[in-house]
């Protein structure tokens, strides 16, 4: 997403038509702030992550929760008027807008998903809770569509003739066309084509940011559709990213740390489906391992009741008979579930004892973390059918990934997420 954040903040200075429709700029400025843009790009790549595996309908419940918040945890971004509303209102409803917000926030969908048709449908997603229009979702899908393109090697020459077959828009214009009479119109239909030739004519990402920001316009939203796309195609620049950062604060970094982690292990992580993305809390666990601050527990519980929320699963490790395997399916067994055959072979699980004396259950994010102690059989099962069993149970709670940078859930803290998972429920 860096690519969409350089270009609303390199961008944010000249909306309006205040620059002067050169590429000769300073890339920074003490102007170069994020905006509106970069708030709902961090904002839907917060949905994205926590929901991508839910309904549609949760999808969408997901993506009005994190586009609220973050709207009211910065509510002077520069959003407009409608939107403005409706990020405030009790029950938010699309109001059938075509403008450009649609496109400038969906970078997260051309990343975080395995094919085109899937890419389209999750920006169309993001699109509806507001901008419902044909043209709104239409500006979403086709910006979308271009950094999955670009993502996957496709030529400028395949995304151009991609795009307009399929969306319609013309893309003959060059910049040098376009620039003498463009002004500051925040429709998709008069910001997406533009963004994507911007694209289409730079000769590196640095160039695409200056290409688009001398058109004018609203820049900071075709600069940051048109950055999303070339930093697909070309990459970004480290230290263009490292300026990046430094303008960001660290609940947004919190973000794209768990959306680095996710772009680059895709949905490969893991062999079974239901470990995707419970890598986001071994990288949860490693921050509070680095730094225990009250800050950094906080987001380990957050990202074990995200993932339990999105039906991820523990690796737990048992202790079974070898009779057992003749007689029990241990994939489906219940975490705390006493299981035994005819001749009365119990079914263990496996434990760990601290310095301390004290006992707890062990449970793993992934096979490379159990594999780095001791051999066990492993099963796998729902996060919060664990946590609800080990609630129940006489050990201390939980100790995750106990060979590697472990992290032991208290029943206290156990308990809390139960709570919180109940209550969101509820809503």
């Given at each position: 997403?860096?690519?969409?954040l350089?270009?609303?903040?390199?961008?944010?200075?000249?909306?309006?038509d205040?620059?002067?429709?050169?590429?000769?700029?300073?890339?920074?400025?003490?102007?170069?702030?994020?905006?509106?843009?970069?708030?709902?790009?961090?904002?839907v790549a917060?949905?994205?992550?926590d929901?991508?595996?839910?309904?549609?309908?949760?999808?969408?419940?997901?993506?009005?929760e994190?586009?609220?918040?973050?709207?009211?945890?910065?509510?002077?971004?520069?959003?407009?008027?409608?939107?403005?509303?409706?990020?405030?209102?009790?029950?938010?409803?699309?109001?059938?807008?075509y403008?450009?917000?649609?496109?400038?926030?969906?970078?997260?969908?051309?990343?975080?998903?395995?094919?085109?048709?899937?890419t389209?449908?999750?920006?169309?997603l993001?699109a509806?809770?507001?901008?419902?229009?044909?043209?709104?979702i239409?500006?979403?899908?086709?910006?979308?569509?271009?950094?999955?393109?670009?993502?996957t090697?496709?030529?400028?020459?395949?995304?151009?003739g991609?795009?307009?077959?399929?969306?319609?828009?013309?893309?003959?214009?060059?910049?040098?066309?376009?620039?003498?009479?463009?002004?500051?119109?925040?429709s998709?239909q008069?910001?997406?084509?533009?963004?994507?030739?911007?694209?289409?004519?730079?000769?590196?990402?640095?160039?695409?940011?200056?290409?688009?920001?001398?058109?004018?316009g609203?820049?900071?939203?075709?600069t940051?559709?048109?950055?999303?796309?070339?930093?697909?195609?070309?990459g970004?620049?480290?230290?263009?990213?490292a300026?990046?950062?430094?303008?960001?604060?660290?609940?947004?970094?919190?973000?794209?740390?768990?959306?680095?982690?996710?772009?680059?292990?895709?949905?490969?992580?893991?062999?079974?489906?239901?470990?995707?993305?419970?890598?986001?809390?071994?990288?949860?666990?490693?921050?509070?391992?680095?730094?225990?601050?009250?800050?950094?527990?906080?987001?380990?519980?957050?990202?074990?009741?995200?993932?339990?929320?999105?039906?991820?699963?523990?690796?737990?490790?048992?202790?079974?008979?070898?009779?057992?395997?003749n007689?029990?399916?241990?994939?489906h067994?219940?975490?705390g579930?006493?299981?035994?055959?005819?001749?009365?072979?119990?079914?263990?699980?496996?434990?760990?004892?601290?310095?301390d004396?004290?006992?707890?259950?062990?449970a793993?994010?992934?096979?490379?973390?159990?594999?780095?102690?001791?051999?066990?059989?492993?099963?796998?099962?729902?996060?919060?059918t664990?946590?609800?069993?080990?609630?129940?149970?006489?050990?201390?709670?939980?100790?995750?990934?106990?060979?590697?940078?472990?992290?032991?859930?208290?029943?206290?803290?156990?308990?809390?997420?139960?709570?919180?998972?109940?209550?969101?429920s509820?809503?």
């Open positions: 997403m860096y690519g969409a350089l270009g609303d903040m390199i961008g944010a200075p000249y909306e309006f205040r620059g002067n429709n050169s590429k000769d700029f300073p890339l920074f400025c003490e102007y170069s702030h994020f905006t509106d843009d970069s708030v709902m790009t961090i904002a917060e949905a994205l992550l929901f991508q595996f839910r309904d549609d309908e949760d999808i969408k419940i997901g993506l009005i994190s586009m609220q918040k973050w709207g009211k945890r910065y509510p002077a971004a520069g959003y407009g008027r409608k939107f403005y509303h409706w990020l405030r209102a009790k029950h938010p409803e699309p109001y059938g807008s403008g450009n917000g649609s496109a400038m926030r969906v970078s997260a969908a051309g990343w975080l998903f395995d094919s085109l048709d899937a389209r449908h999750m920006a169309q993001t509806e809770v507001t901008h419902n229009h044909p043209e709104g239409k500006g979403a899908e086709a910006t979308a569509s271009a950094i999955f393109l670009a993502r090697g496709h030529s400028k020459d395949e995304i151009r991609y795009i307009v077959s399929e969306f319609g828009y013309d893309l003959s214009r060059t910049c040098d066309q376009i620039r003498p009479g463009y002004y500051h119109d925040e998709c008069k910001t997406v084509p533009e963004a994507i030739t911007a694209f289409l004519e730079g000769a590196d990402f640095e160039d695409v940011i200056r290409t688009a920001v001398s058109l004018g609203d820049c900071d939203t075709l940051c559709i048109a950055g999303s796309i070339a930093e697909a195609f070309y970004v620049p480290a230290l263009l990213e300026e990046c950062r430094s303008r960001l604060p660290d609940d947004m970094l919190d973000i794209l740390g768990r959306f680095d982690i996710a772009r680059e292990h895709g949905h490969d992580v893991f062999p079974n489906d239901i470990l995707t993305g419970i890598i986001l809390i071994e990288e949860a666990i490693a921050r509070y391992y680095n730094a225990s601050t009250q800050q950094n527990l906080l987001g380990v519980l957050d990202a074990i009741l995200q993932r339990d929320y999105a039906g991820g699963h523990f690796l737990i490790p048992v202790i079974p008979p070898q009779a057992l395997f007689m029990v399916d241990i994939d067994v219940r975490v579930d006493t299981v035994t055959n005819q001749e009365d072979m119990h079914f263990k699980l496996h434990h760990i004892q601290t310095a004396g004290k006992t707890w259950l062990a793993f994010t992934s096979e490379e973390e159990y594999k780095k102690g001791e051999a066990a059989s492993i099963i796998s099962h729902f996060i919060g664990v946590l609800e069993g080990c609630a129940e149970m006489q050990e201390e709670g939980i100790i995750i990934n106990p060979w590697g940078a472990s992290f032991l859930l208290t029943k206290d803290l156990i308990k809390l997420i139960l709570k919180a998972s109940k209550e969101r509820a809503q």
